[in-house]
């Protein structure tokens, strides 16, 4: 794959840093391209002359200028000369970069040649990453929360597959202990229910309509069986496990996750793996033994506290099998570890971090991203969850009455780590006040225009031969720059881990798109002209529809 011109202007700036010897060379700050907030400060930004004037202990803006004078000695030696119309400094110290009309016409030869493949990239090249997300516990069917981390870790996955990585999405199964326990025994209870021996259900246990159907289905298949037999509670946890996987398989294939690899927490003990990695904790002196129990010395690895990973009973803890299966993931050569987590587990990141550090990995390599909760409304009015209760809208519910698109859509619409609200009847609307609508139905019209054209022209396609230049509105030329920014939008997404910025790109494509097709005719009577807008659309459509893939949501040909 040929180098982009924001990949070239990378290794350009990289080079300018280089030759003004403000830090030594290994000590160079990595560079990346950013967006600016506001078109009037270019096309593309670094924040470069910030970070190293940090380490060279001098004024932003005179980093700035030293860079950008090195910048602009290099320039007319490089390709990259005919491409930039200037470089400025604003501000503290960015650096931003304006394009040429030339460069955004060069976009839509780009995507022409590339297609589906633009926006891609190499910077993976083939590296391992580990994507764990939704790994919700066997006890009950999916909510909308869990739907919020499939849609995100789904996305995520996508995306690093798309800049190059090996991606392989895990499912974690805590298919051990007290909540599988709890389990077995609100199933038991509604069991001996249905058969006249009314039996109260645990404190702490689950009560959700769902226990009683899989009770029922019990008694349909085993008949009294259960009443008498010793490991009544433990068939009953073991069925249920089996019951509320099967349906957590199924809504996850509905909505459009499969995971290459799905790990049950009771193999990591029939493996011995946990055990294995507690005897190398001791080994490495990062465990001790005090008041019976054992403790993993966390402080030591930047926590706040030490943790018990074996309480004085013998009993492990949660932060034991967990521990196992980080340290199994990086074994199967994993170089990067990213975890999708739940709110009420933002105090268990340090303790995992210095586990692993503890094990001798780079803590760095394993992210943990806090995934915020889902707030649904209906006409105004939030509807009420309660999981232990078993008063919650569950992901099946969402799917069946929004659709996958519009669902997945949505749920990708705000920063993981800010609390989403989700409108459900507007999520239904078709109209353009509905995001997911407004986009896909861009993409869609965009297929009727070309569709007539090729009807016009006997099939041929659109945009051969085609006079980019005569791209002068100021419509046509700012599509040509939301264009551009795709690549970095994706590369920006990885670098972040976050998936949000995709879905408000899409948006702003898709009101580019239509602000321009209700100021201008796509075919008129100058053929030249038409062909250079059918161009200009059809890279459009082709941008919306890599975009949408990348998030899992279709790209309709019709609506």
Request: a neutral charge; hydrophobic letters at 40%.
């Amino acid at each position: 794959m040929t180098s982009t011109l924001e990949q070239d202007l990378t290794h350009l700036l990289q080079e300018a840093v280089a030759r003004t010897r403000l830090v030594p060379e290994g000590e160079l700050p990595e560079i990346y391209l950013e967006l600016p907030k506001e078109r009037a400060h270019g096309d593309m930004a670094a924040t470069t002359a910030l970070k190293l004037a940090r380490q060279a202990k001098r004024a932003p803006a005179e980093v700035a200028r030293l860079i950008t004078q090195e910048f602009e000695t290099l320039l007319p030696r490089t390709a990259l000369a005919g491409s930039l119309e200037r470089v400025e400094i604003k501000g503290p110290g960015f650096i931003n970069f304006f394009l040429s009309r030339a460069s955004l016409y060069d976009v839509l030869a780009r995507i022409r040649e590339e297609g589906p493949r633009y926006g891609s990239a190499q910077v993976g090249a083939g590296s391992s990453v580990s994507v764990e997300f939704v790994s919700a516990n066997p006890t009950g069917p999916l909510s909308i929360a869990h739907g919020r981390q499939a849609a995100v870790g789904d996305a995520l996955a996508r995306l690093f597959a798309f800049q190059g990585y090996t991606v392989c999405r895990e499912y974690y199964l805590n298919d051990a202990g007290r909540q599988i326990n709890l389990l077995g025994q609100s199933i038991l209870a509604r069991y001996r229910e249905r058969l006249g021996q009314p039996t109260p259900i645990p404190d702490e246990g689950y009560r959700g309509a769902y226990i009683a159907e899989i009770a029922q289905a019990l008694v349909d298949r085993d008949g009294r069986k259960w009443l008498t037999d010793d490991g009544a509670a433990a068939a009953c946890s073991r069925y249920g496990v089996e019951t509320i996987l099967a349906t957590i398989r199924k809504d996850l294939q509905d909505f459009g996750v499969s995971f290459e690899r799905w790990v049950s927490e009771a193999s990591l003990h029939q493996l011995g793996l946990v055990e294995q990695v507690l005897k190398v904790l001791r080994e490495r002196q990062c465990l001790y033994e005090q008041e019976g129990a054992w403790w993993l010395a966390s402080t030591k690895f930047g926590d706040d506290k030490d943790r018990v990973v074996r309480k004085s009973t013998g009993e492990l803890t949660y932060l034991a099998p967990d521990i196992a299966y980080h340290q199994d993931k990086f074994n199967r050569g994993h170089r990067r570890v990213i975890n999708l987590w739940g709110p009420d587990h933002h105090g268990y990141i340090a303790r995992l971090k210095a586990a692993m550090t503890a094990l001798g990995y780079d803590a760095n390599d394993l992210a943990i991203i806090i995934v915020q909760l889902v707030t649904l409304y209906r006409d105004g009015t939030p509807v009420q969850m309660s999981t232990r209760a078993g008063e919650f809208v569950t992901l099946r519910e969402l799917i069946d009455e929004v659709g996958c698109d519009a669902a997945r859509f949505f749920l990708l619409m705000r920063k993981t780590d800010s609390h989403l609200d989700f409108d459900l009847v507007l999520a239904k609307r078709q109209s353009p006040d509905n995001p997911v609508y407004y986009v896909q139905y861009a993409h869609a019209r965009i297929w009727s225009i070309v569709g007539y054209q090729q009807s016009q022209s006997g099939g041929g396609r659109a945009g051969a031969e085609v006079n980019y230049a005569l791209l002068t509105a100021t419509e046509e030329l700012e599509l040509l720059r939301v264009l551009r920014l795709f690549p970095l939008v994706v590369s920006a997404c990885v670098r972040q881990i976050e998936p949000y910025g995709l879905t408000a790109y899409l948006r702003e494509l898709a009101a580019a798109f239509h602000f321009f097709y209700t100021k201008h005719r796509v075919v008129t009577e100058e053929a030249e002209l038409s062909s250079a807008r059918l161009a200009l659309i059809d890279g459009v459509r082709q941008v919306l529809a890599n975009g949408l893939q990348l998030l899992g949501v279709s790209a309709p040909q019709k609506m």
